[in-house]
């Protein structure tokens, strides 16, 4: 990577970090409206490139679906308005059977299940990302707490970077050669002792967030964000494309900027909820 590109890069990856911790931190509005414009930019980043495999699909019902369900869950923890709500999702998520019907595609089948992809892939991660940043964890509903995920966001991020430092310095064993030639294990390895000396101290020293927690988390962040991280190349290299799109200069799209979040909020969700018996 020659200095210029290098420079973008780290220019859009501040910039990107600034604004998403900003949208998290100031209130539950902001969140949300960090969770919907993530929804749609992933939504729209996703249809391109599911359309390169030459299947048609909608984003009318999946965008539909996806700002209904954020906006009642949001409602729901901070409102307490019925979860049953939900079942109000029942009529666009039939609307994607009865608009294939109508259209009469060739491949109506595969129409159909990448538009379910887009309703569990992306928007499961960002829909409980909602319930992670809530109170009901800490037995205090109604109350915006969004310490747990800011500290997942910045343990992610300090993970892809020492990944990448580690592995550009020191990386000869690769990882998973035939999805990912440049992830190796030393990569992998400097960016999980980092990951967790960094979860440890801030366990240790700050109140925000017990040394379990801090642990347990960097450990899913490891695992799984490094997991996400590679099935995003798999869907590249399946297509045949570098990144997911070119919106965020240096970086590609948003879709490879939370890769790893994607696949790591999902555990952090459960690890709470098998902490606090919430079932």
């Known amino acids: 990577m020659d200095l210029k590109n290098l420079k973008t890069r780290i220019i859009t990856g501040a910039l990107?970090?600034?604004?998403?911790?900003?949208?998290?931190?100031?209130?539950?509005?902001?969140?949300?409206?960090?969770?919907?414009?993530?929804?749609?930019?992933?939504?729209?980043?996703?249809k391109r490139i599911i359309q390169r495999?030459?299947?048609?699909?909608?984003l009318i019902f999946p965008v539909m679906i996806g700002l209904f369900a954020l906006v009642?869950?949001?409602?729901?923890?901070?409102?307490?308005?019925?979860?049953?709500?939900?079942?109000?999702?029942?009529?666009?998520?039939?609307?994607?059977?009865?608009?294939e019907l109508f259209i009469l595609r060739e491949n109506s089948l595969q129409s159909i299940a990448h538009t379910f992809f887009l309703l569990v892939y992306p928007l499961l991660p960002i829909l409980l990302t909602i319930y992670i940043s809530s109170g009901i964890f800490y037995g205090?509903?109604?109350?915006?707490?969004?310490?747990?995920?800011?500290?997942?966001?910045v343990q992610i991020w300090i993970f892809d970077s020492m990944a990448y430092v580690f592995g550009v310095s020191f990386g000869k064993h690769r990882l998973y050669e035939k999805v990912s030639p440049k992830k190796s294990w030393e990569g992998f390895i400097g960016g999980?002792?980092?990951?967790?000396?960094?979860?440890?101290?801030?366990?240790?020293?700050?109140?925000?967030?017990?040394?379990?927690?801090?642990?347990?988390?960097?450990?899913?962040?490891?695992?799984?964000?490094?997991?996400?991280d590679l099935v995003e190349s798999?869907?590249?290299?399946?297509?045949?494309?570098?990144?997911?799109?070119?919106?965020?200069?240096?970086?590609g799209g948003l879709l490879d900027r939370l890769d790893s979040f994607i696949f790591v909020i999902p555990w952090i969700f459960l690890y709470l909820i098998i902490k606090n018996s919430i079932i």
Not at 21 to 31: D, G, R, T
Not at 195 to 223: K, R
Request: include cysteine; glycine fraction near 6%.
């Open 16 to 46: 990107y970090v600034i604004i998403s911790l900003a949208l998290v931190l100031i209130n539950q509005y902001s969140l949300l409206a960090f969770c919907i414009i993530s929804y749609v930019w992933l939504s729209i980043e996703l």
């Open 53 to 58: 495999t030459n299947v048609r699909i909608s």
């Open 72 to 99: 009642i869950a949001f409602l729901n923890l901070y409102f307490n308005i019925s979860i049953v709500w939900f079942l109000l999702l029942l009529v666009p998520i039939y609307g994607i059977f009865i608009h």
């Open 140 to 153: 205090q509903s109604g109350k915006y707490s969004p310490e747990i995920l800011v500290f997942t966001m």
């Open 192 to 228: 999980f002792v980092i990951t967790l000396i960094i979860g440890i101290l801030v366990g240790y020293y700050y109140n925000l967030i017990n040394v379990i927690d801090s642990i347990v988390i960097s450990i899913i962040v490891s695992v799984f964000g490094t997991l996400g």
């Open 234 to 251: 798999l869907f590249k290299r399946n297509i045949n494309i570098k990144d997911s799109g070119n919106t965020l200069p240096g970086h």
